[in-house]
């Protein structure tokens, strides 16, 4: 079945230490792409990846890292999480081919929380 | 820079009556233009999409959205309501040759029996 795999599905930790939620897709998309899901602000792009070892950031990169090493897998990194991050996280893949003709396909998202 | 407002956060329906969910867009290119709905607890799934074939597309579960350039808009209906409607609903656009997809505020629909 073609989808997008995020792990934890929840996340409870406390300020600064650091997390790691994963990211995998099994469609050979070369795009990815992570979101942050906060009431009245819609989704917004956190970091995106159009193909391994090509990131950059989104809308709201600050206190995030990223990497793509594979082209299936694409971890969110929290070096020194802070409760302004808590929020519910999506990873979304999508093809990429020059056109946006493409939607992406969703993961079923990380609620996180830092206390 | 393309963006999405979707009109009224919070919608209210019967079951059985009429569906419309607002969206007006803003591309400096040709928008592809999609709807998502995400229900309580899970992630997007993806309703329908114009990708310019035709103005009127149709998706699943009895939704259409029409794409009118002239009011740079792309409705969401359905003509009858379920119970099984309520969600959010998210409206976004992804510009001719970026891989960016920009999403509306959302609006959330309540489906009263």
């Known amino acids: 079945e073609a989808q997008v795999t995020q792990n934890p599905r929840y996340l409870i930790t406390v300020t600064g230490k650091k997390l790691t939620v994963t990211c995998s897709q099994n469609m050979n998309h070369e795009y990815m792409s992570w979101y942050r899901q906060d009431p009245g602000l819609g989704l917004r792009q956190i970091y995106y990846s159009m193909n391994v070892e090509v990131t950059d950031k989104g809308d709201v990169p600050e206190g995030y890292k990223v990497s793509r090493k594979e082209k299936r897998n694409f971890p969110l990194i929290l070096e020194s999480p802070s409760p302004n991050q808590t929020s519910l996280y999506f990873c979304?893949?999508?093809?990429?081919?020059?056109?946006?003709?493409?939607?992406?396909?969703f993961g079923s998202g990380t609620r996180l929380t830092v206390v | 820079a393309q963006s999405v407002t979707q009109l009224g956060s919070h919608v209210s329906v019967s079951e059985g009556a009429l569906v419309l969910l607002r969206c007006n867009y803003s591309?400096?290119?040709?928008?592809?233009l999609f709807w998502y709905v995400q229900y309580p607890n899970q992630g997007l799934q993806l309703l329908l999409k114009y990708t310019s074939a035709a103005t009127l597309v149709k998706g699943i579960n009895d939704f259409e959205a029409e794409f009118k350039k002239s009011e740079t808009s792309f409705h969401l209906t359905k003509p009858s309501a379920h119970m099984s409607d309520a969600a959010e609903y998210f409206c976004a656009v992804r510009g001719a040759a970026g891989n960016k997809l920009t999403f509306g505020g959302g609006t959330r629909v309540l489906v009263k029996p």
């Open positions: 979304a893949s999508s093809l990429s081919s020059g056109t946006g003709a493409y939607g992406y396909t």
């Open positions: 591309s400096s290119v040709p928008p592809y």
